[in-house]
């Protein structure tokens, strides 16, 4: 760790984290859940949606773009069909309650389809797949983001849509569960905020610049650049997997954002702070499937089958989904988390705006 980081220990960031948010308006119970999410972010290693989102959701608020104590409001309940409006609250806050309301009602019918839209950032999407996992469920999210466009369609250049997140998540027997999540870019646009805010170039093949020319500096998506032909000021990541990619991501634009109600993105880029998603979500419950004993024979005999894979050369061997983030969770619960310099400015710069100046020190009832 260099001299400008700052290392943190998990119960310390969660308590200055939460004296920033209840600081700008929020009640000391949202605050929590908003700090307690973020900081889980940051221990299974995506920095890029923990602490380092709270400048964007401080300036969110101060714009009105972001509603400190909202909650979901139902639209429609048939049951096993939910369709809620998440009111432009918290997505840590409204994506609680929208999933304990889906499991309730998975666990009661068998199943759920869940429309959630106008949430604020739902932060990490693996977060309420494994609510539902440790339900018994089966979870599959498609979520769209209504934010300027970072993701440029493949054979484009220039963004047209999110890093629009899918996440799959099911629950073993006798092992860890299977949760996959990821971005449906090659990368998450806020893995690219913190290499910009730690000086890093990043790996060919990620980025475009505003003239739709191939880059490594992270930039492109995190400040405004000079205007590209058609007037663009910011970069483009590109989508995982070529055609394949853009094509998931269009999907989850259709279904996160269409299908949700929760409105897909078609217009022009606006200088607001705020980021919103919508998810559709399916919760099945396997027990009412009537596949159960099926389902747990023959998904232990896969992974079994997966695990015996001999490793690739320079390869330390088959990875479960899931797996990095357990593994990362108990080396940063032990060595701390730590918040590198750029990032540590900007949230003294959102705290002392919200008179929250002592922050990192301060503890928060």
């Known amino acids: ?154 054979g484009g250049a220039d963004g047209r849509f999110g890093t629009n997140p899918c996440c799959i998540g099911l629950p073993l027997q006798g092992r860890e569960p299977f949760v996959l999540d990821f971005a449906t870019s090659r990368v998450a646009q806020g893995k690219m905020r913190v290499a910009h805010n730690e000086g890093r170039r990043v790996a060919d093949g990620i980025l475009i610049d505003p003239h739709g020319n191939p880059t490594t500096d992270p930039s492109v998506v995190v400040v405004p650049q000079a205007p590209g032909p058609l007037g663009n000021l910011m970069g483009a990541l590109l989508p995982f997997g070529e055609h394949k990619g853009s094509g998931l991501s269009v999907a989850c634009e259709l279904l996160g954002g269409a299908l949700t109600g929760g409105g897909a993105w078609h217009g022009a880029r606006d200088a607001g702070r705020a980021v919103y998603n919508g998810m559709l979500t399916i919760l099945i419950d396997p027990k009412r499937l009537g596949t159960a004993p099926d389902f747990e024979r023959e998904a232990d005999a896969f992974m079994s089958w997966l695990d015996q894979a001999p490793p690739a050369p320079d390869s330390a061997g088959v990875i479960t989904a899931g797996e990095p983030e357990r593994r990362t969770k108990q080396i940063r619960e032990v060595n701390g988390i730590v918040v590198d310099a750029q990032t540590m400015a900007e949230l003294d710069r959102v705290a002392r705006r919200v008179n929250a100046a002592d922050w990192r020190t301060a503890t928060t009832g």
């Open 1 to 154: 760790m260099s001299e400008s980081e700052t290392n943190w220990g998990p119960a310390a960031l969660r308590q200055a984290a939460a004296h920033i948010v209840q600081a700008a308006g929020s009640s000391p119970e949202e605050a929590k859940a908003v700090a307690d999410n973020l900081v889980m972010a940051n221990l299974k290693g995506h920095d890029s949606h923990g602490v380092g989102m709270l400048p964007r959701y401080m300036d969110a608020v101060a714009e009105g773009g972001l509603t400190p104590n909202t909650g979901v409001t139902v639209k429609l309940d048939l049951g096993s069909l939910l369709t809620l409006d998440g009111q432009r609250g918290y997505g840590q806050v409204v994506g609680q309650q929208a999933m304990d309301m889906g499991i309730a009602r998975a666990q009661t019918h068998g199943s759920c389809i869940m429309a959630l839209g106008q949430a604020h950032h739902l932060g990490r999407i693996g977060h309420w797949a494994e609510m539902a996992i440790d339900a018994g469920l089966v979870a599959i999210h498609f979520v769209n983001v209504l934010a300027p466009p970072v993701v440029a369609p493949w």
